[in-house]
């Protein structure tokens, strides 16, 4: 297999959003401690504290597989997605988000160089849109996606990424995706698709030992290095 060089650009960039592009202050966690509570989790009791520590370990996983494993019965797990879903979308709506510091100008960049960038999450589309809207970001990139969007499994399946190389068509080879995310389950993503960086930042839910353990090529600060990260591996 012969090694990438500076004339294959790497030019499908696929980010994930909460943590990574988007700042939102724990809003999962308390989205969460809604949705626990209209299913009868007591807030303080040993049963609460045991979820949210899954919760926790398996940011930016589908957040419907989180409650799949956390419920058990599917008719529990769509009712506590459902009330994470609506809990989240009227914290964003009540303006609890922002931008991660550069994560806008690093991806006009990437589109300036001619790049595709790609925005990816865990939470359904109603909830993807509202953040989109939330930071007038519906037109910033060419193409956003959720798990139902790639049949339905999300992180860390690679399905996403593969979903965005399938739609967009900017490369013809996995190893020119960059992958960028700030948990273990967006670096098993971006390894599984077959992408040639994936490059975890510390912006979000997971340290920097847990993002190498699960495959990160590289470890940022935050996303807005990346566009250097990438000129440097075609330089």
């Given at each position: 297999?012969?090694?990438?060089?500076?004339?294959d650009p790497r030019n499908l960039?696929?980010?994930?959003?909460?943590?990574?592009?988007?700042?939102?202050?724990?809003?999962?966690?308390?989205?969460?401690?809604?949705?626990?509570?209209r299913l009868g989790v007591r807030p303080g009791s040993?049963?609460?504290?045991?979820?949210?520590?899954?919760?926790?370990?398996t940011m930016g996983e589908s957040k419907i597989t989180v409650f799949r494993h956390l419920f058990g019965e599917e008719s529990l797990a769509q009712q506590a997605n459902a009330a994470f879903e609506?809990?989240?979308?009227?914290?964003?709506?009540?303006?609890?988000?922002?931008?991660?510091p550069g994560a806008r100008e690093a991806v006009e960049r990437l589109r300036a160089e001619g790049r595709t960038v790609v925005?990816?999450?865990?939470?359904?589309?109603?909830?993807?849109?509202?953040?989109?809207?939330a930071l007038g970001w519906q037109d910033l990139v060419e193409l956003t996606l959720c798990p139902a969007d790639a049949g339905g499994r999300g992180?860390?399946?690679?399905?996403?990424?593969?979903?965005?190389?399938?739609?967009?068509?900017?490369?013809?080879?996995?190893?020119r995706i960059v992958v960028a995310?700030?948990?273990?389950?967006?670096?098993?993503?971006?390894?599984?698709?077959?992408a040639g960086i994936v490059?975890?930042?510390?912006?979000?839910?997971?340290?920097?030992?847990?993002?190498?353990?699960s495959g990160a090529t590289h470890v940022l600060g935050s996303v807005a290095e990346l566009p250097d990260l990438i000129a440097r591996a075609e330089a």
């Open positions: 297999m012969k090694k990438l060089t500076t004339n960039i696929v980010l994930d959003m909460a943590g990574t592009t988007v700042a939102d202050g724990g809003l999962v966690e308390q989205a969460f401690a809604a949705a626990a509570a040993a049963d609460h504290a045991e979820k949210l520590d899954y919760v926790r370990a609506e809990a989240y979308g009227e914290l964003v709506d009540g303006g609890r988000i922002a931008p991660v925005l990816s999450t865990g939470f359904a589309r109603t909830t993807q849109d509202a953040i989109l809207t992180r860390p399946y690679p399905d996403m990424v593969l979903a965005a190389l399938l739609r967009t068509g900017a490369v013809d080879d996995v190893r995310g700030d948990t273990s389950y967006d670096m098993l993503s971006g390894v599984r698709s077959g490059a975890g930042v510390l912006t979000g839910a997971h340290d920097k030992d847990r993002l190498v353990r």
